[in-house]
């Protein structure tokens, strides 16, 4: 039961054909609730299947009817990551307040709860605090070469073009948004909050933040990219391209 003499805090997973993958992350999330409760917050665990095509949506079930902190949401048609992200950040403001923080990690099991107890500890330097790949003390378990080149290079690129302070780690999805912040941005940008419906959008959701006045702290975490179960959902040369062009096109937004 949530209290609200506390504050919260809510786990936004995004979901599409993770079967294999959501027990796992939501036990390890289970496994931190100590930790969480010890820091002042309550903890919520919001699944959002994506219209998956195996047996993510059962798993979901199965684990809200053992957890009543588990509050999963099911979309009724595919809206890729970026309407993921618009239906959770709206669902979080409908029934958050301030002091209220929102983390978002990947559903693949690639990003570990655990980092949490590091963002938690950071959360009064910064809006939002970021589990970052490109700080001293990160590691990235599981990657090709290949996979770990592009993405130095895109790291630089947008390093270059958007130029955010304290920000190395443009496109990792795993954040810890304050309640006060996604309220400002939102309020601000209304439905043109988030427009992207690829990967992209946490690039776009990070720099609306910015230009909206939100700060950054980035920490540094390890991603597991070999515990990933299933095949890849990224399409890594239609990724690279949108985020390309996403980030020249946020570059023109004013502030």
Same mark, same amino acid.
């Given at each position: 039961? /949530? ?34 409760? =010890? ?10 299947? =994506?219209?998956?095509?195996? !047996? ?55 990003? @570990? ?5 590091? &963002? ?29 080149? &592009? ?17 190395? =780690? ?23 909050? /988030? ?35 299933? =095949? ?5 040369? !239609?990724?690279? @391209? ?6 020249? @096109? ?6």
């Amino acid at each position: 039961m /949530i209290s609200f003499l506390t504050k919260t805090l809510y786990v936004l997973l995004p979901c599409y054909n993770e079967e294999e993958n959501i027990r796992p992350l939501v036990l390890q999330w289970v496994d931190q609730k100590d930790f969480i409760k =010890d820091n002042g917050f309550d903890l919520v665990i919001m699944p959002i299947d =994506d219209k998956s095509t195996d !047996n993510t949506k059962e798993e979901i079930k199965n684990l809200s009817k053992k957890y009543d902190f588990v509050n999963p949401i099911y979309h009724k048609v595919n809206k890729n990551l970026g309407g993921v992200m618009d239906t959770g950040i709206n669902e979080f403001l409908k029934v958050s307040k301030k002091g209220d923080f929102l983390v978002v990690m990947d559903g693949d099991n690639t990003h @570990k709860p655990e980092a949490i107890r590091k &963002m938690l500890k950071k959360r009064h330097k910064a809006d939002v605090i970021i589990a970052s790949r490109y700080r001293f003390g990160s590691k990235i378990k599981g990657l090709s070469l290949f996979r770990k080149t &592009m993405s130095v290079l895109a790291r630089g690129y947008y390093t270059l073009v958007l130029d955010v302070p304290n920000v190395r =780690d443009y496109t990792c999805g795993y954040r810890l948004y304050s309640y006060e912040a996604l309220y400002n941005a939102k309020n601000i940008f209304k439905d043109d909050f /988030i427009e992207e419906t690829s990967f992209a959008c946490m690039m776009e959701i990070l720099y609306k933040l910015h230009i909206t006045g939100a700060s950054f702290y980035e920490v540094p975490f390890t991603l597991y990219y070999g515990d990933k179960g299933g =095949d890849s959902k990224m399409n890594v040369a !239609n990724t690279s @391209k949108n985020s390309i062009t996403t980030a020249l @096109k946020l570059k023109n937004l004013k502030r």
